[in-house]
């Protein structure tokens, strides 16, 4: 019992820093909003995570929309979010048979007055008693996940003035869909020519 109790203490402990260390950094970085493409942001986060997915066989497969409208968001904090989830992407696929079925895939697409990026994978899905609580802190399905990147990407995503859930896909694996509004219907200051996009 005893032993247990330490555990528990440590585990708490450890969450307690990581949560230290987070709002730290929030407080030191300013938030910095710009214009940016979504698709170029998802192609720019595939690309840093490809070696780790080349290293687990997984592949990752980008499915664009040209001539989407920007939206306005602090470029670290929403490739932070997009990185969180593809790493998910790539866990949950991890025990699937053959390599072909090791599938992550980012989608990027308008949705009337929004822009939606959905990151799906091809693994064994979420147990649906757990589905409601993916994104409560501190809850995680992996043996040494602390449970706050869902908790932390959700935030980010609510602070922008946007969603973000989680489904179990009808073939199997799952979902994460963020939606946020594009500039253009921001008013005024959303309204700016296609150069001033970050790229």
Same mark, same amino acid.
């Given at each position: ?5 330490? $555990?528990?203490?440590? $585990? ?6 990581? @949560?230290?260390?987070?709002?730290? @950094? ?9 214009? @940016? ?7 720019? *986060?595939?690309?840093? *995570? ?6 687990? &066989? *997984?592949?990752?497969?980008? $499915? ?12 670290? /904090?929403?490739? /932070? ?7 998910? #992407? ?8 053959? $390599? ?8 990027? /697409?308008?949705?009337?007055? /929004? *822009? ?5 994978? +091809? ?18 399905? &992996? ?7 869902? +908790? ?21 694996? #799952?979902?994460?869909?963020? +939606? ?20």
């Amino acid at each position: 019992m005893r032993a247990i109790l330490a $555990d528990i203490r440590k $585990d708490d402990q450890r969450a307690g820093a990581v @949560l230290d260390r987070i709002r730290s @950094l929030m407080k030191r970085r300013e938030v910095q909003r710009s214009l @940016l493409d979504l698709s170029l942001l998802a192609g720019e *986060v595939i690309a840093l *995570v490809r070696p780790e997915a080349d290293s687990r &066989k *997984v592949r990752l497969a980008l $499915d664009p929309v040209s001539s989407l409208p920007p939206v306005r968001g602090d470029r670290v /904090q929403l490739q /932070q979010v997009l990185l969180n989830l593809l790493l998910n #992407a790539m866990d949950a696929v991890n025990g699937s048979a053959t $390599d072909s079925h090791r599938v992550a895939t980012v989608r990027v /697409q308008a949705a009337g007055t /929004q *822009v939606e990026v959905a990151v799906s994978d +091809t693994g064994h899905g979420i147990p649906m008693d757990k589905l409601a609580h993916v994104f409560e802190p501190f809850y995680s399905s &992996k043996p040494n996940g602390l449970g706050m990147g869902l +908790t932390i990407s959700r935030s980010i995503i609510a602070a922008h003035g946007g969603r973000l859930w989680a489904e179990n896909n009808e073939a199997g694996g #799952a979902t994460f869909t963020f +939606t946020l509004t594009a500039a253009n219907d921001l008013g005024g200051e959303g309204r700016r020519s296609k150069e001033e996009v970050v790229r």
